[in-house]
């Protein structure tokens, strides 16, 4: 699986990128999955622009600051991993992980492998202007990812220089009363499990 990533000039341009569908439905799950699309591109000069839909017309949205764990309410995530050009991804390559419910709380990572992840420091964390717009049917996210922080974390430039990069989407909540598990590339594991990157789907600036 591949995901193209199209070059944009302003946020607004986003919704004629390509449209990505969290529809993988994994494990065990209380209720019927919503449904739940997105967007990336490259916004040039800023970094990569992200923004999921889903339709959910009362999601649970108990976390209200930063850091808190937004899974355990309902909430979108955007992963991103980065491989060595030529080189196979491995689980322990450099991923960033973004958790965000529909009050724009985030709950966001970096770091090589799942242990010993970092917290985003809370100058990136305003530069993404993370923000989550909640409709009656649905509600959407909205963040940056800082290409500033793309280049001196994870070696990654969207011009095709430095590192591989890999994504993947999810539509997820830990809380028994509505708990789900959706992806947009599956995800081969037993046990609920979004850290293994070796299943990301790769992507590519056209």
């Known amino acids: 699986m591949e995901y193209k990533i199209k ?11 390509n449209r990505f569908e969290i529809d993988h439905v994994q494990w065990h799950h209380a209720i019927t999955p919503p449904k739940a699309c997105g967007y990336m591109g490259y916004l040039k000069g ?9 339709e959910e017309h009362d999601p649970l ?3 209200t600051e930063h850091h808190e764990m937004v899974c355990k309410d309902s909430a979108v995530e955007v992963f ?9 991804l491995t689980n322990n390559d450099m991923y960033l992980n973004f958790e965000v419910n529909a009050n724009g709380a ?5 770091g090589f492998g799942r242990q010993g992840r970092q917290f985003l420091s ?3 964390y305003k530069e993404t202007g993370v923000n989550s717009v909640i ?3 649905h509600w959407t996210m909205s ?12 070696d990654y430039l969207p011009d095709g220089s430095g590192k591989e990069i890999y994504c993947n989407f999810y539509k997820i909540s830990e809380d028994p009363a509505v708990e789900h598990y959706i992806s947009f590339s599956p995800i081969d594991s037993e046990k609920p499990n979004f850290h293994l990157p070796v299943f990301f789907a790769k992507a590519e600036v056209e």
């Open 106 to 110: 985030m709950y966001a990572k970096y």
């Open 122 to 124: 809370d100058e990136v």
């Open 7 to 17: 070059t944009i000039s302003s946020k607004e341009e986003i919704v004629n990128c």
């Open 46 to 54: 800023e970094g990569l622009y992200v923004q999921i839909c889903t």
């Open 80 to 88: 991103l991993a980065f491989a060595e050009k030529g080189k196979e």
């Open 143 to 154: 963040l940056l990812i800082p290409e500033k922080f793309l280049k001196e974390v994870c």
């Open 61 to 63: 949205a108990r976390c």
């Open 135 to 137: 409709e009656k049917d």
